[in-house]
């Protein structure tokens, strides 16, 4: 398998953020590797189940979320792994109230028969 062209790596990417603003768990799943490890502002969740926990989770604290990555950044590539770095927002109501937050994101991707995964998310405010 040849590096991926920076173009595959960020439509991955634009298809996450889509797949999270779809709020819908099933569109999530596919996209994060079975031994995932996420850490977020609230904690750390190892195995995708426990990943989309938290995901599901947050969809049911933060009403009409819509998400928001920008200045993607690949910081490495090879054949089956790629590295990036971003910065994210979001918008939503919690408890009726409008609410926002913002921070910065490095995300490791892996890569079997051309199908990408996230491994590694690490979000901070």
Do not use: K
Request: aromatic share 10%.
């Amino acid at each position: 398998m040849t590096d991926p062209s920076t173009d595959v790596l960020t439509a991955f990417m634009h298809a996450y953020e889509q797949a999270a603003n779809s709020h819908d768990i099933a569109q999530v799943a596919p996209l994060i590797a079975p031994d995932a490890v996420y850490w977020f502002s609230d904690g750390s969740h190892q195995g995708r189940d426990a990943v989309l926990g938290a995901i599901a989770e947050t969809f049911a604290t933060i009403g009409d979320e819509v998400y928001r990555i920008d200045d993607l950044e690949w910081i490495t590539l090879g054949s089956d792994h790629a590295v990036c770095r971003y910065r994210f927002a979001w918008t939503g109501t919690i408890e009726g109230q409008p609410r926002s937050g913002a921070g910065r994101g490095t995300n490791v991707l892996v890569g079997t028969d051309g199908t990408w995964q996230v491994l590694h998310e690490h979000l901070s405010t």
